[in-house]
Protein backbone atom coordinates (compact mmCIF):
# COMPACT_ATOMS: atom_id res chain seq x y z
CA UNK A 1 0.00 0.00 0.00
CA UNK A 2 1.22 3.30 -1.15
CA UNK A 3 1.95 6.21 2.19
CA UNK A 4 -0.96 8.33 0.54
CA UNK A 5 -3.68 5.54 1.61
CA UNK A 6 -2.56 6.14 4.70
CA UNK A 7 -4.92 9.12 7.19
CA UNK A 8 -2.18 10.69 9.14
CA UNK A 9 -3.59 9.56 12.32
CA UNK A 10 -2.62 5.61 11.55
CA UNK A 11 0.37 4.83 13.04
CA UNK A 12 2.38 3.78 9.78
CA UNK A 13 3.41 7.33 8.71
CA UNK A 14 2.26 9.33 11.28
CA UNK A 15 4.05 12.40 11.70
CA UNK A 16 4.95 11.63 15.10
CA UNK A 17 4.06 8.55 16.43
CA UNK A 18 4.46 6.55 19.98
CA UNK A 19 4.96 2.64 20.56
CA UNK A 20 4.31 1.22 24.05
CA UNK A 21 4.89 -2.46 24.42
CA UNK A 22 2.51 -3.72 27.03
CA UNK A 23 4.52 -7.27 27.32
CA UNK A 24 7.62 -5.30 27.94
CA UNK A 25 5.97 -3.76 31.06
CA UNK A 26 5.18 -7.33 31.64
CA UNK A 27 8.04 -8.96 31.58
CA UNK A 28 9.14 -6.24 33.77
CA UNK A 29 6.92 -6.62 36.61
CA UNK A 30 7.92 -10.32 36.45
CA UNK A 31 11.10 -9.25 37.00
CA UNK A 32 10.77 -6.99 39.63
CA UNK A 33 8.63 -9.45 41.57
CA UNK A 34 11.07 -12.28 41.79
CA UNK A 35 13.36 -9.56 43.71
CA UNK A 36 10.88 -10.32 46.61
CA UNK A 37 9.68 -12.46 48.98
CA UNK A 38 6.79 -9.41 49.11
CA UNK A 39 3.79 -9.60 46.88
CA UNK A 40 4.46 -7.00 44.21
CA UNK A 41 1.51 -4.67 43.37
CA UNK A 42 1.81 -1.74 40.24
CA UNK A 43 2.00 1.90 40.49
CA UNK A 44 -0.73 2.87 37.12
CA UNK A 45 -1.51 6.17 38.52
CA UNK A 46 -1.29 8.87 36.15
CA UNK A 47 -2.51 6.94 33.20
CA UNK A 48 -0.08 4.22 33.89
CA UNK A 49 2.59 7.08 34.18
CA UNK A 50 1.17 8.52 30.73
CA UNK A 51 1.21 4.99 28.92
CA UNK A 52 -2.33 4.21 29.03
CA UNK A 53 -3.82 2.50 32.09
CA UNK A 54 -6.33 0.58 29.96
CA UNK A 55 -3.63 -1.19 27.57
CA UNK A 56 -1.32 -1.80 30.67
CA UNK A 57 -3.40 -3.07 33.70
CA UNK A 58 -5.00 -5.73 31.87
CA UNK A 59 -1.29 -7.00 30.73
CA UNK A 60 -0.18 -6.92 34.36
CA UNK A 61 -3.15 -8.83 35.71
CA UNK A 62 -2.10 -11.93 33.19
CA UNK A 63 0.97 -12.34 34.57
CA UNK A 64 -0.06 -12.16 38.09
CA UNK A 65 -0.60 -8.85 39.51
CA UNK A 66 -3.32 -8.23 41.87
CA UNK A 67 -3.03 -5.23 43.97
CA UNK A 68 -2.67 -1.79 41.92
CA UNK A 69 -2.01 2.20 43.04
CA UNK A 70 -3.71 4.96 41.27
CA UNK A 71 -3.93 9.07 42.93
CA UNK A 72 -7.26 9.33 42.22
CA UNK A 73 -11.02 8.28 42.50
CA UNK A 74 -11.51 9.22 39.01
CA UNK A 75 -8.02 6.28 37.94
CA UNK A 76 -9.42 3.77 40.51
CA UNK A 77 -13.15 4.00 39.00
CA UNK A 78 -12.18 3.48 35.16
CA UNK A 79 -9.05 0.51 36.45
CA UNK A 80 -12.16 -1.05 38.29
CA UNK A 81 -14.25 -1.41 35.11
CA UNK A 82 -11.02 -3.44 33.52
CA UNK A 83 -10.10 -5.46 36.27
CA UNK A 84 -13.28 -6.49 38.75
CA UNK A 85 -11.04 -8.78 41.13
CA UNK A 86 -7.66 -6.46 41.64
CA UNK A 87 -7.13 -4.46 44.79
CA UNK A 88 -7.17 -1.04 44.07
CA UNK A 89 -5.93 1.66 46.89
CA UNK A 90 -6.45 5.61 46.32
CA UNK A 91 -2.89 7.04 47.24
CA UNK A 92 -4.15 10.50 47.60
CA UNK A 93 -7.32 9.20 49.48
CA UNK A 94 -11.08 9.58 48.73
CA UNK A 95 -13.33 12.35 49.28
CA UNK A 96 -16.37 10.77 48.54
CA UNK A 97 -16.60 7.63 50.39
CA UNK A 98 -19.97 5.95 48.76
CA UNK A 99 -18.26 6.56 45.31
CA UNK A 100 -15.37 4.58 46.71
CA UNK A 101 -17.36 1.96 48.49
CA UNK A 102 -19.60 1.19 45.73
CA UNK A 103 -15.91 0.00 43.53
CA UNK A 104 -14.65 -1.07 46.50
CA UNK A 105 -11.91 1.28 46.31
CA UNK A 106 -9.61 1.05 49.43
CA UNK A 107 -7.95 4.76 50.36
CA UNK A 108 -4.71 5.63 51.70
CA UNK A 109 -5.89 7.46 54.93
CA UNK A 110 -3.02 10.04 55.51
CA UNK A 111 -4.61 12.39 58.06
CA UNK A 112 -6.81 11.88 61.47
CA UNK A 113 -9.64 14.25 59.46
CA UNK A 114 -9.72 11.94 56.90
CA UNK A 115 -10.02 8.62 59.00
CA UNK A 116 -12.99 10.56 60.90
CA UNK A 117 -14.53 10.78 57.47
CA UNK A 118 -14.29 7.56 56.69
CA UNK A 119 -16.67 5.04 57.37
CA UNK A 120 -16.01 2.65 60.33
CA UNK A 121 -17.17 -0.80 58.22
CA UNK A 122 -14.65 -0.02 55.22
CA UNK A 123 -11.21 -0.84 54.81
CA UNK A 124 -8.54 1.60 54.94
CA UNK A 125 -4.57 1.84 54.43
CA UNK A 126 -2.96 3.88 57.10
CA UNK A 127 -0.11 5.72 55.75
CA UNK A 128 2.51 7.04 57.68
CA UNK A 129 4.68 10.01 57.12
CA UNK A 130 8.22 8.87 58.28
CA UNK A 131 9.41 12.15 57.06
CA UNK A 132 8.80 12.66 53.87
CA UNK A 133 6.37 15.66 55.39
CA UNK A 134 4.10 14.76 52.21
CA UNK A 135 0.96 13.12 52.74
CA UNK A 136 0.89 10.86 55.58
CA UNK A 137 -0.76 10.83 59.29
CA UNK A 138 2.21 12.01 61.50
CA UNK A 139 3.87 9.22 63.74
CA UNK A 140 2.70 9.95 67.01
CA UNK A 141 -0.95 10.57 65.59
CA UNK A 142 -0.51 6.98 63.90
CA UNK A 143 0.33 5.79 67.10
CA UNK A 144 -2.92 6.88 68.43
CA UNK A 145 -5.36 5.26 65.65
CA UNK A 146 -7.63 2.75 66.96
CA UNK A 147 -9.19 1.41 64.36
CA UNK A 148 -7.69 -1.18 62.58
CA UNK A 149 -6.31 -0.58 59.01
CA UNK A 150 -5.90 -3.24 56.47
CA UNK A 151 -2.42 -2.32 56.01
CA UNK A 152 0.11 0.63 57.31
CA UNK A 153 2.27 2.63 54.65
CA UNK A 154 4.16 4.97 53.64
CA UNK A 155 6.61 6.26 51.53
CA UNK A 156 10.34 7.37 51.07
CA UNK A 157 11.37 10.59 49.86
CA UNK A 158 15.38 9.47 48.95
CA UNK A 159 15.00 6.09 47.94
CA UNK A 160 16.54 7.13 44.27
CA UNK A 161 19.61 8.07 46.64
CA UNK A 162 20.46 4.93 48.49
CA UNK A 163 23.10 6.66 50.65
CA UNK A 164 20.84 9.64 51.54
CA UNK A 165 20.43 9.74 55.55
CA UNK A 166 16.98 10.42 55.68
CA UNK A 167 16.44 6.53 54.29
CA UNK A 168 17.45 5.43 57.27
CA UNK A 169 15.87 7.91 59.57
CA UNK A 170 12.35 6.92 57.62
CA UNK A 171 13.38 3.30 58.10
CA UNK A 172 13.65 3.70 61.98
CA UNK A 173 10.60 5.45 61.89
CA UNK A 174 8.40 2.94 60.53
CA UNK A 175 9.62 -0.04 62.46
CA UNK A 176 8.19 2.11 65.26
CA UNK A 177 4.62 2.40 63.27
CA UNK A 178 5.02 -1.38 62.81
CA UNK A 179 5.92 -2.50 66.57
CA UNK A 180 2.36 -0.64 67.30
CA UNK A 181 0.15 -2.30 64.70
CA UNK A 182 1.62 -5.79 65.07
CA UNK A 183 0.13 -8.60 62.23
CA UNK A 184 -1.32 -6.00 60.39
CA UNK A 185 0.42 -5.65 56.83
CA UNK A 186 2.87 -3.61 55.95
CA UNK A 187 4.30 -1.39 52.61
CA UNK A 188 6.67 1.09 51.90
CA UNK A 189 8.83 0.54 48.97
CA UNK A 190 8.95 1.94 45.54
CA UNK A 191 10.96 0.95 42.40
CA UNK A 192 14.15 2.50 43.92
CA UNK A 193 13.26 1.04 46.89
CA UNK A 194 12.33 -2.80 45.60
CA UNK A 195 15.69 -2.37 43.98
CA UNK A 196 18.21 -1.22 46.71
CA UNK A 197 16.36 -2.03 50.21
CA UNK A 198 15.12 -5.30 50.86
CA UNK A 199 14.69 -4.60 54.40
CA UNK A 200 12.11 -2.12 53.18
CA UNK A 201 9.72 -4.70 51.20
CA UNK A 202 7.69 -5.96 54.32
CA UNK A 203 4.53 -6.89 52.80
CA UNK A 204 3.72 -5.04 49.24
CA UNK A 205 6.17 -3.19 47.04
CA UNK A 206 4.49 -0.81 45.05
CA UNK A 207 7.28 -0.55 41.72
CA UNK A 208 6.12 2.08 39.16
CA UNK A 209 8.35 3.87 36.95
CA UNK A 210 10.67 0.69 36.87
CA UNK A 211 7.77 -1.26 35.16
CA UNK A 212 8.01 1.20 32.23
CA UNK A 213 11.73 0.60 32.02
CA UNK A 214 12.37 4.18 33.71
CA UNK A 215 15.66 4.58 35.72
CA UNK A 216 14.55 4.22 39.74
CA UNK A 217 17.93 5.45 40.32
CA UNK A 218 20.93 7.18 39.37
CA UNK A 219 23.29 3.88 40.28
CA UNK A 220 20.87 1.45 38.75
CA UNK A 221 20.04 0.03 35.70
CA UNK A 222 16.45 0.30 33.95
CA UNK A 223 14.93 -2.40 33.59
CA UNK A 224 13.77 -3.03 29.50
CA UNK A 225 12.45 -0.20 27.16
CA UNK A 226 8.96 0.14 26.80
CA UNK A 227 8.42 3.53 24.80
CA UNK A 228 9.59 4.80 21.73
CA UNK A 229 8.88 7.95 20.37
CA UNK A 230 9.56 8.99 16.99
CA UNK A 231 8.77 11.77 14.35
CA UNK A 232 9.36 12.12 10.31
CA UNK A 233 11.26 14.38 8.50
CA UNK A 234 9.66 17.20 6.88
CA UNK A 235 12.37 18.59 5.47
CA UNK A 236 15.84 18.86 4.52
CA UNK A 237 17.82 21.92 4.38
CA UNK A 238 21.27 23.33 3.70
CA UNK A 239 23.05 26.07 6.44
CA UNK A 240 25.68 28.21 5.74
CA UNK A 241 28.44 28.21 8.49
CA UNK A 242 27.22 30.70 11.26
CA UNK A 243 23.71 30.90 10.09
CA UNK A 244 21.41 30.15 13.03
CA UNK A 245 18.27 27.62 12.91
CA UNK A 246 15.09 28.48 14.59
CA UNK A 247 13.60 30.81 17.17
CA UNK A 248 14.96 33.26 18.56
CA UNK A 249 18.61 32.73 16.47
CA UNK A 250 19.33 30.59 19.80
CA UNK A 251 22.13 28.41 18.01
CA UNK A 252 24.27 28.95 15.07
CA UNK A 253 26.04 26.08 13.02
CA UNK A 254 29.34 26.34 13.31
CA UNK A 255 30.15 24.57 9.94
CA UNK A 256 28.34 24.55 6.56
CA UNK A 257 25.39 22.07 7.89
CA UNK A 258 22.44 19.60 6.61
CA UNK A 259 19.55 20.26 8.87
CA UNK A 260 16.56 18.05 8.69
CA UNK A 261 12.87 19.11 10.67
CA UNK A 262 11.18 16.57 11.87
CA UNK A 263 7.30 16.78 12.94
CA UNK A 264 7.22 17.08 16.68
CA UNK A 265 7.32 20.05 19.30
CA UNK A 266 6.76 20.76 22.46
CA UNK A 267 2.81 19.81 21.79
CA UNK A 268 3.80 16.36 21.36
CA UNK A 269 5.20 16.37 24.85
CA UNK A 270 8.89 16.90 23.81
CA UNK A 271 10.46 19.44 26.07
CA UNK A 272 11.17 22.56 24.88
CA UNK A 273 14.45 22.01 27.53
CA UNK A 274 15.67 19.53 24.72
CA UNK A 275 16.94 22.29 22.62
CA UNK A 276 20.21 23.47 22.01
CA UNK A 277 22.23 26.58 22.13
CA UNK A 278 25.66 28.13 21.30
CA UNK A 279 26.78 26.91 24.77
CA UNK A 280 24.79 24.07 25.13
CA UNK A 281 24.52 20.35 22.65
CA UNK A 282 21.06 19.93 22.07
CA UNK A 283 19.41 16.49 23.07
CA UNK A 284 20.46 13.39 21.17
CA UNK A 285 17.90 12.01 18.54
CA UNK A 286 19.06 8.74 16.53
CA UNK A 287 18.93 8.98 13.08
CA UNK A 288 19.40 5.88 9.89
CA UNK A 289 21.23 4.50 12.85
CA UNK A 290 23.73 7.23 14.22
CA UNK A 291 23.05 9.61 16.75
CA UNK A 292 22.95 13.31 16.19
CA UNK A 293 21.46 15.99 18.06
CA UNK A 294 18.79 18.60 17.79
CA UNK A 295 19.74 22.36 16.91
CA UNK A 296 18.11 25.17 17.81
CA UNK A 297 14.54 25.91 20.20
CA UNK A 298 11.73 23.25 20.03
CA UNK A 299 8.87 24.70 18.54
CA UNK A 300 5.35 23.61 19.22
CA UNK A 301 5.32 21.08 16.39
CA UNK A 302 8.94 21.24 14.65
CA UNK A 303 12.68 20.50 15.68
CA UNK A 304 15.65 20.66 13.86
CA UNK A 305 18.60 18.51 13.81
CA UNK A 306 21.89 18.10 12.73
CA UNK A 307 22.17 15.39 9.50
CA UNK A 308 25.25 16.85 8.41
CA UNK A 309 27.19 13.32 8.52
CA UNK A 310 23.73 11.21 8.23
CA UNK A 311 21.96 9.81 5.12
CA UNK A 312 18.60 11.36 5.92
CA UNK A 313 15.76 12.34 3.86
CA UNK A 314 12.02 13.60 3.82
CA UNK A 315 10.02 10.96 5.00
CA UNK A 316 12.66 9.30 7.76
CA UNK A 317 11.64 8.70 10.80
CA UNK A 318 14.04 10.23 13.62
CA UNK A 319 13.62 8.49 17.16
CA UNK A 320 13.65 10.88 20.37
CA UNK A 321 13.05 8.22 23.12
CA UNK A 322 13.77 4.61 22.97
CA UNK A 323 16.33 2.09 23.05
CA UNK A 324 18.42 4.08 21.04
CA UNK A 325 17.86 7.30 23.15
CA UNK A 326 17.30 6.52 26.72
CA UNK A 327 14.58 8.40 28.48
CA UNK A 328 16.57 9.36 31.59
CA UNK A 329 19.09 11.29 28.98
CA UNK A 330 16.66 13.67 27.52
CA UNK A 331 15.40 13.89 30.92
CA UNK A 332 18.93 14.82 32.17
CA UNK A 333 18.98 17.18 28.82
CA UNK A 334 16.01 18.72 29.74
CA UNK A 335 16.83 19.07 33.69
CA UNK A 336 13.71 17.08 34.42
CA UNK A 337 13.32 13.47 35.38
CA UNK A 338 11.94 10.49 33.38
CA UNK A 339 8.40 10.33 35.13
CA UNK A 340 7.67 14.05 33.84
CA UNK A 341 8.71 12.96 30.16
CA UNK A 342 6.62 9.88 30.20
CA UNK A 343 3.51 11.55 31.64
CA UNK A 344 3.90 14.90 29.41
CA UNK A 345 3.63 12.63 26.35
CA UNK A 346 0.47 13.90 24.53
CA UNK A 347 -2.20 11.91 22.38
CA UNK A 348 -0.94 14.02 19.16
CA UNK A 349 1.27 11.32 18.86
CA UNK A 350 -0.75 8.61 17.30
CA UNK A 351 -0.14 5.48 19.41
CA UNK A 352 0.51 1.68 18.51
CA UNK A 353 0.35 -0.82 21.38
CA UNK A 354 2.46 -3.94 20.24
CA UNK A 355 6.60 -4.94 20.18
CA UNK A 356 8.70 -1.81 19.71
C1 LIG B 1 4.19 6.92 42.61
C2 LIG B 1 4.28 6.17 43.88
C3 LIG B 1 4.89 4.91 43.92
C4 LIG B 1 5.69 4.35 42.76
O1 LIG B 1 6.93 5.06 42.70
P1 LIG B 1 8.07 4.74 41.63
O2 LIG B 1 9.20 5.60 42.05
O3 LIG B 1 7.52 5.14 40.31
O4 LIG B 1 8.37 3.29 41.71
C5 LIG B 1 4.79 4.20 45.10
N1 LIG B 1 4.17 4.71 46.20
C6 LIG B 1 3.60 5.95 46.20
C7 LIG B 1 2.95 6.46 47.43
C8 LIG B 1 3.67 6.72 45.05
O5 LIG B 1 3.13 7.94 45.06
Known sequence: MATSDFAETDFEGAPSRLAIDPQA?????????????????????????????AEIAPHLAKVGCRTFCVALVSEGLALRRLLPDATIYILNGVFDPPAAREAGLIPFISSLDALDAWPDDLPFVLNIDTGMNRLGVALPDALQVTRRPVMIASHFACADTPHHPLNALQESAFRAARSAFKDVPASFANSAALLTRPQSHYDLVRPGIALYGGTASPDLAPLEVAVRLEARIVQVREVETGDSVGYGAAERVRRASRIAIASLGYADGYLRAAGGTNETNGAPVFVNGHITRLVGRVSMDLVALDVTDIAAKRGDYVEFIGRNVPLETVAQKDGTIGYELLTDLSRRAVRRYGPL
Open 25 to 53: VARNYKRLAALTKAECGAAVKADAYGLGM
